[in-house]
């Protein structure tokens, strides 16, 4: 009579312990795309809320009286404007605030390249104001850049003028030395002379610093602001 085989194979060592590894991996690989995930809700969370603090202080400072100053007086410590681009959502604004660092970036804000050319300021005669923000994290201002296509409009806020450009070209992918996307003339947007141009930055792919990307516009028109703020048909569109 036949004598039954019960209970498992004896495994080896060497697969056990690469079975061990195995596991080690995978839950170490969860445990960081978990910690990633979070991270990058957290700066979301802290530069959202840092950001819309500065906003509203700014806002409030356009209530009070206008000193009659040239309009770079009231470049604060709470941001020059707000950049509005409907393409990236009806209601989407961001603070614009001067700088690229990382120290401005992380506020969760949009930042006007200082180097290595000094942007132009939206009430300048000519020049390019050129802008940067991030892709994912701390507030990922940018994230939807890639939704942005030749037509589209793009409005800067100030304090008394409402500063309507119009897309003409975009580069999906750029190196990040490829530094003449900021420059006064940018030619890769096809711009032969000076004019009133703006430029938008950031990073590519998503999750990555490895490329940069850019939007470029120029100028059509810039109107005042009435005491309602009322947004110029580009922002009420839809």
């Not at 061990?20 to 991996?25: A, D, I, Q, T």
């Not at 990382?102 to 104001?129: C, H, I, K, T």
């Not at 990073?203 to 470029?216: F, G, H, I, K």
Request: aromatic residues 10%; glycine residues 10%; hydrophobic residues 40%.
């Amino acid at each position: 009579m036949s004598r039954a085989v019960s209970g498992r194979r004896h495994r080896p060592p060497w697969a056990v312990a690469l079975g061990f590894l195995g596991e080690s991996l995978v839950t170490a690989g969860v445990l960081v795309g978990l910690f990633t995930a979070y991270s990058l809700w957290w700066t979301d969370v802290l530069a959202d809320r840092r950001s819309g603090h500065q906003a509203a202080q700014l806002r409030h400072t356009w209530t009070g009286p206008d000193s009659g100053e040239a309009a770079p007086a009231y470049l604060g410590a709470d941001g020059l404007g707000f950049l509005h681009v409907p393409a990236m959502g009806r209601d989407y604004q961001v603070l614009i605030k001067l700088g690229t660092t990382p120290d401005v970036l992380n506020q969760g804000v949009a930042g006007v390249y200082r180097e290595p050319y000094a942007s132009a300021m939206p009430w300048d005669p000519v020049g390019n104001f050129a802008l940067a923000a991030h892709r994912d994290g701390h507030g990922a201002k940018f994230h939807d850049l890639d939704a942005v296509a030749k037509g589209d409009a793009v409005v800067v806020e100030t304090r008394d003028r409402w500063y309507v450009y119009r897309v003409d070209a975009t580069l999906p992918q750029t190196t990040k030395e490829d530094v003449g996307v900021v420059a006064p003339v940018p030619a890769e947007a096809g711009y032969t002379a000076p004019g009133r141009y703006i430029t938008l930055t950031t990073c590519t792919p998503v999750l990555t610093s490895r490329y940069r990307m850019a939007v470029w516009g120029s100028l059509v028109r810039v109107d005042p602001v009435d005491a309602r703020r009322t947004p110029p048909p580009e922002l009420r569109a839809g």
